[in-house]
């Protein structure tokens, strides 16, 4: 079958429809790679299941990409055949969007059986067994699932379990040296991904781990890592110790506990080895054998790994069977509806985020007071730590030719303002040939500068003309020696000057650029955290800050000199996320991920106010006068108490008062997970906030009232893949850089 593939409108409900000879019924699920509908199929008369593939989301440059891929996955994926697998028997496209036809199983999924409750070990074991030897089959056809979760585990009317959506998982998933180039997109579902999967490291042990994840939730009757955003929930995926099954679970045989701890283990070496020994655990667990000690893994070797497929390595076998090597190329985050913004694809693996569960706002007036902290520990500008030391000079390399812009940023001359918000709409978008993490504007309005990564790899700087979009300078940050995925770019900004202060990632050094791309200093961050946006310029532009862990460090922007360092209460469980400077540069304020806001006194690095700011997010922002800070916050599903309320606040900074707070967001995202987690701006002119939120499925921009907190604008159906924000110093734009590639420019036309 050719399919002349072509960009499908957004996805409407197709339920009366026929595609073909499939009439469709109704719709059974949807998710945020494809919908699933019950239909009929006229020739064989019998009911089926279609799975139309969502393309809408997909760029034009990477959608007939993905599509090809499609086409030949969907063929060998009908040839897979396994009595646990459920089949793949046809394939096609309507209106411009692709579908797979499955066997209609009308027994529900184990997702659907687990809220009824948590089942017992024996009935867990009889049900993971089958699709444990389902994922033993797919890997000796060397395919990696790297989405077992419980709703792709369907069931039949005799309770048999059936592994489904091998083939979503490498449709969108391309690697950059095949002949097709990579969608930028990684697929998983955070609270079911392997530490390692998060750094793009794939192998059969990520299904060993996925698979360990859903006996636990079967066992428990819950997960064993819960957060309210992916960055959250990747902080304990790759640091908090496993929850004992038996603490929720009192009854669980020793033997059990011992099979769960194996199969999610956070190291390779400790993890069973492969899909076929978990088999002979369980196994072992029903016929009642000890569990025995597996041999250690032999490490897999520190490469980015291929996400579905994989090839045998003659220099490098386990027990005759092949291990993953190749390259994963990343863009974007999608699982299974939830983009990441997050982000977070290039969060510190080694750090910790441990909010106290303490909240100084119980009632709308209440007052912040100081919270005791640890000792801290002042360096004086006289012998800084961490120091000034000489770096190798990073030279700027050369760049494939950028992406053609959209259109070019219609010039206006409209302060957006409370008045005529409602009349905000989209000028423009670009579509950047890398993946934006931080945006700043020239006090002159006429360059913007963008920081982040060409697929997780190298990092990148590139400055250009915010009217037509021509590209004025691109510096090129390599991956670090070591191999890392580190040397991203996280934070930038324009220093009055027009100098440009940059921060890497695991490069350990903040960078000082000038507009053609010539370094002008590197200054060094001792034991500096991964993901942070913790880069602050003074207003008179005299000073730098950057933080992360384990320090928060302030220079002269001119000298470079060392002002002063502060550590002590920064560490690798709570490092500093961004941070912002007081109007009149006398203070610096911090967030950092144990969920606090923290005000340091410049000159001496007394701590002046500790207000608690409900969670790891990075959003907050000062008002243009220095009185007001806002600042939101994360909300949980599964706690419901005030510290993780999913509010919007504005509090004073004089003492730490609250002015108003907004839970409209709330409603508009039907209660569900969500974070004001990435970027809060006020306007130049202080009279508006704009704040990135998102949610497990849905996102947007919100426009708050400074004085009274009320919502007057709400963008919402954007991308979750939001990352910076930020408004021209005219006030006239509004800018949203996304991990896609695509920045868009808001303002009124008129």
Known sequence: MKINWRKGNCMSN???????RYHILE?????????VYKAYDTRLETDVAVKVIRTERLAPEILEQSLKRFEREAKSLAKLTHPNIVKVTDYGEHDGQPYLVMPYLPGGTLKERLKAGRIQWQEAVQLLLPIAGALEFAHEQNLIHRDVKPSNILLTVKGQPMLTDFGIAKVFDLDTTAELTGTGMAIGTPEYMAPEQWMGKISPQTDVYALGIVFYEMVTGRKPYQADTPAALLLKQANDPLPRPRSFAADLPDAVEKVLFKALAKSLEDRYLGMGELVKALEGLLAGK???EARPARRVKEETLTAVEFEPDEKTQVDEKPIVRGKSTRRGWVWGGVAAGIVLLILAIALASKPSAFNLFPTATATASLTPLPTLTITPSGTPEPTLTPTETITPSPMPTPTTMVMNVPQTNVRISRANLNSLE??????????PLSVDILEDNQKIVFGGDDNQIN???????IQTGEEESLVIFPKNTAGYPGSQVSAVKFLPNGNIAILT????ILFIYDQSGNQINQLSIQNYGDLTKALAVSPDGRLIAAGGCCYISVWDAESGTLVMSIAGVYSNSNYVLSQVFSKDGKSIITKSSDGYLRIWDVQNGNLLNAIWGEGDSFAFDVSPTGTYLAFGTNRSENYQGPEYSGNFRVLRISDG???????????????????????IEFSPDGSIIAALWDGWG??????????NCALIKNVDGLSLSMMDLDFSPDGNLVVIAHQDGTIQFYGISR
């Not at 990092?459 to 003309?465: D, Y």
């Open 14 to 20: 197709l339920n009366g429809k026929s595609l073909g």
């Open 27 to 35: 719709q059974l699920g949807e998710g945020g790679m494809a919908v």
């Open 290 to 292: 000890p569990v025995k």
């Open 426 to 435: 989209l000028l423009a978008a670009w579509d950047l040939p890398f993946r």
């Open 459 to 465: 990092g990148l700087v590139n400055l250009r003309n």
């Open 505 to 508: 990632m695991q490069r350990d």
């Open 657 to 679: 008062q609250q002015v108003c707070v907004n839970s409209d967001i709330l409603d508009i995202a039907n209660g569900s997970s969500h974070a004001f987690h990435y970027d």
């Open 698 to 707: 849905t996102g947007g921009i919100a426009f708050f009232n400074s004085s």
